[in-house]
């Protein structure tokens, strides 16, 4: 157990429709971190959070959104589903920085069918 | 912005034997650090290895050591006495500790008995 606890594991939704995927970060750990990973590709940077306000933005859709809530918890929002949104979806947190890396979650496996 | 370039996208080494994985990197920063992780066949993403710029040292952390090369922005990480347990795939990744970790497309290991 990393410390980092994403749900849910799996997830299958049709086209168009909308899902929260869920992180709860280390303990101690201020940062959260979305990473996209499509099959058989490297992890896509999707956005940060720090202490409840958004830090970094990468190659995140419009369709898709995110917050950290004062217990620190994220939340990553997806809508207007399509198929090329199915994807291993990873939480990690840090203290701060990422002098000393990330620790990941499981990741969330969603399926756009 | 850092760029990463993980050119071998497959690799294979015998048991016991030692492989070692490339990578290189393109960035501004004059401090920053480079991690490489792993994700086994279980997808989660492990921290195998930490090495910070401004040390000429090369880290080690047991079988796993890397060959920094800060002037020719290259960082390869030596996989000695492999094991079946190595099996992954394994993204190199630099950070200035300021921005969000930039993974490469990855290598993928596979150790074969």
């Known amino acids: 157990d990393s410390g980092v606890t994403q749900t849910p594991k799996h997830l299958i939704t049709a086209t168009g429709q909308r899902v929260t995927l869920r992180c709860s970060p280390r303990?101690?750990?201020?940062?959260v971190y979305w990473y996209q990973q499509s099959l058989d590709q490297g992890l896509q940077f999707l956005i940060q959070?720090?202490?409840?306000?958004?830090?970094a933005k990468g190659n995140i859709l419009e369709r898709f959104s995110a917050q950290q809530f004062p217990d620190l918890h994220s939340e990553l929002n997806l809508s207007s589903l399509e198929l090329g949104d199915s994807a291993l979806y990873f939480c990690?947190?840090?203290?701060?920085?990422?002098?000393?890396?990330?620790?990941f979650g499981s990741g969330t496996r969603l399926t756009v069918v | 912005a850092q760029t990463v370039t993980q050119s071998q996208p497959e690799m294979s080494v015998q048991e016991a034997e030692t492989v070692t994985l490339s990578c290189t990197y393109d960035?501004?920063?004059?401090?920053?650090?480079l991690f490489w992780y792993k994700q086994p066949p279980s997808r989660q993403m492990i921290l195998v290895i930490r090495?910070?710029?401004?040390?000429?040292q090369n880290a080690t952390e047991n079988r796993f050591s890397v060959n920094f090369q800060k002037a020719a922005k290259s960082f390869s990480l030596k996989i000695s006495d492999s094991q079946l347990g190595d099996t992954a795939m394994y993204f190199c990744?630099?950070?200035?500790?300021?921005?969000?970790?930039?993974f490469g497309k990855g290598t993928r290991l596979s150790v074969i008995a």
């Open positions: 990690a947190s840090s203290v701060e920085k990422s002098f000393y890396g990330y620790t």
């Open positions: 303990s101690g750990d201020l940062s």
């Open positions: 959070y720090y202490n409840g306000e958004e830090r």
């Open positions: 960035t501004s920063e004059n401090n920053y650090y």
């Open positions: 090495q910070e710029a401004y040390k000429q």
């Open positions: 990744a630099p950070s200035s500790g300021n921005t969000p970790l930039v």
